[in-house]
Nanobody, 126 residues
Framework: VQLQASGGGLVQAGGSLRLSCAAS????????MGWFRQPPGKEREFVAI????????SYLDSVKGRFTISRDNAKNTAYLQMNSLNPEDTAVYYC????????????????????WGQGTLVTVSS
């Protein structure tokens, strides 16, 4: 499956952005979808995951209550709505597709995912 992330940009602290991840190729609904981010000079970290049906989600603690992951299987697209952004959210954001076991340690590991988008840069100014 091919993934194309979009929606990044420059936003002031407290602002919002919605990232999109458009999928093509194999059946989108066969995969759980994850969002990861890589801040400047740091390792890639898990942000959120949504199950294949969209019924179950999990988030990094620091984004709970601010970010919402969703998907539209009819449109082959996953989303990450990001509200109340702060400078610590500055990173390149990546979407990923896979079927990791629904265990915290596994779903938060990048190597548990099979396909990756190219990344979209989110910059939050103070």
């Amino acid at each position: 499956v091919q993934l194309q992330a979009s929606g990044g940009g420059l936003v002031q602290a407290g602002g919002s952005l919605r990232l999109s991840c458009a999928a093509s190729g194999q059946t989108f609904s066969s995969y759980a979808m994850g969002w990861f981010r890589q801040p400047p000079g740091k390792e890639r970290e898990f942000v959120a995951i949504i199950s294949r049906s969209g019924s179950t989600t999990s988030y990094l603690d620091s984004v709970k209550g601010r970010f919402t992951i969703s998907r539209d299987n009819a449109k082959n697209t996953a989303y990450l709505q990001m509200n109340s952004l702060n400078p610590e959210d500055t990173a390149v954001y990546y979407c990923a597709a896979g079927n990791p076991q629904w265990i915290v340690a596994t779903m938060r590991t990048p190597r548990s995912y099979d396909y990756w988008g190219q990344g979209t840069l989110v910059t939050v100014s103070s």
